[in-house]
């Protein structure tokens, strides 16, 4: 008598499940060691430009209440881990469903015809992930017969394993007894996980192996530009605000304890984009085409940009997705070339209205001909503080316009052709607004009970923030306690008219529970808008608000 019980759909997933754990660890050794894809990013970005933009915004939307809910860290930081880990996830789960697949078919083929099975199960996969990979156009180092050869590979021994392991749990052995009965040996829990272990580790050694020939990429290989003879790196070099004090130092008002950094620093500049890591764009062979409706295309290096007049600004940034208090904002000291001025050197045709200015990361939008031209402080962005770009900020190139929020401006620079008519921009046809001016806001940093002061018998509490309107600049902020009057705050001056002004007000201490809110007017004289509205879809509004106990 001969029994058997072959493994069920649960052994088929938690198979399939490790098996693609395995995968994705020699993916990402890969992408580290030699640029190649990892399955993990890749998968997830992909969903992001296929998906319909309701569903991305919202699990935008989630993801950012969930970390401001929980306070979880700094929003863009948090907020892209959570992305990879997601992608990730999402590969080991499909993982999962492969294997409960593979352990359904391979009992109704022969033992031998198993390894086809896994063989045909890892193309299949692979071929589909491949296609995503290349549908997103990556910028990449290494050659595309490379990445095609890598991932196939990958793929094929993960399918492979599949046939291994399900060989071995269902042909363990046989025991004879002495009655001449014939009973199959079923493999227990601990025997399982012996030989599914063997079974990983085998695949991950031969996997590591192979991203190990395919390539070496020293840490010192970053791409760079050379303009006049000399290399830049970005991100290096000596910044701006090592050496120099802000044009501001010497203002009257100085910022209360604990309110924000006026000029913030590079790593905590706030980064909001399209990928889960951001794209390298090899400095050394980088150009800018400007073509389309143009009488003299041109194809600009790096340092025939730099070599117009360079224009520094000071510049707040703040992402649409910002709620009310958020700190998807940040300052920086940028320098480029006026988009007016290379323009004129392209001189477009009279048809000419707007620019598709498209990036590396597969992200484009369109920009008035007619809004650059009144406007020189419209520039293409290639140093911030004085060094190039970080590669997580658009190295080597990014666009900066006044007054509107960053899904509009476009990142790691690639082309810039000029057409005729508008069309939607990437986050357009998602569903956010066509303009995305910035809107008014006003943030309460700090109570700072802990830098009370007396004056004439009276005891204050310094309480400050920041408030930004875009290039309209700030006339007015004003606090209230407990629904009290509004009391006007004073203003430090700011580092530019582009960005957000540091406030203060000093409050006449009384102690218990109390609540203060912040609204601003900008130079226009518009007021901020009090009623609330949500980030979606044109950024959002409302009266931000703190309680303190005292």
Known sequence: MQTQK?????????????????LVAISFLGHQAVGLPFVGFDFFDWLGRTLDGRVVTFGIDMIVGVIRSLNLGPTATTAKLAEQIMGVGAIIGLGAGAGVLFFALAPRVKTLRQDILGIGLGIAAGALMLLISLSLNRPSTLSPLVIIVWTLLLFTAWGLAHGWVYRDMTNAGTIVHSDGKVEVEVLDRRQFLIRLGGATATITAIGAGLGGLLGQRAASSVPVNTVAGEAQTPGAGDRWSAANALPNADAEIEAAPGTRPELSSLEDHYRIDINSVPPVVDGTTWTLPITGLVETPLNL?????????????????????????????STQRWTGA??????????????????????????????????????????????????????????????????????????????????DAWDEGFWVVRGWDEVARVNTTSV???????????????????????????????????VRVNDGEWQEA?????????????????????????????????????AQREESRPVRPSGATGVHRVRRTL
């Open 444 to 478: 309460i940093d700090a109570v700072a009970a802990n830098s009370s002061y007396e004056r004439d018998g009276t005891t204050y509490v310094p309480i400050g923030g920041i408030a930004y309107a875009g290039a309209r600049s700030i006339s007015r902020v004003e």
């Open 490 to 526: 004073r203003l430090r001056t700011p580092l530019s008219d582009t960005t957000w002004v540091i406030w203060r007000y000093d409050w006449a201490f009384a102690s218990g529970e109390h609540t203060f809110e912040v609204r601003a007017v900008d130079g226009d004289g518009a």
């Open 338 to 419: 006026s988009l007016k001025r290379v323009l004129e050197a392209a001189r477009p045709t009279e048809d000419a209205a707007y620019l598709r200015i498209s990036g590396a990361d597969g992200f484009f939008e369109y920009v008035s001909l007619e809004m650059i031209n009144a406007d020189e402080r419209i520039m293409l962005t290639y140093y911030w503080d004085g060094v190039p770009l970080e590669i997580e900020h658009g190295y080597p190139l990014r666009i900066y316009i006044p007054d509107l929020y960053g899904m509009k401006q476009p990142k790691w620079i690639t082309s810039i052709e000029v057409v």
């Open 301 to 329: 290096t790096m340092a025939d940009i730099q070599a117009y007049e360079p224009l520094h600004r000071f510049v707040t940034l703040s992402c649409i997705s910002n709620g009310i208090g958020g700190d998807l904002i």
């Open 6 to 22: 072959l493994p069920g759909w649960g052994s088929g997933a938690l198979v399939g499940a490790l098996l693609t754990i395995s």
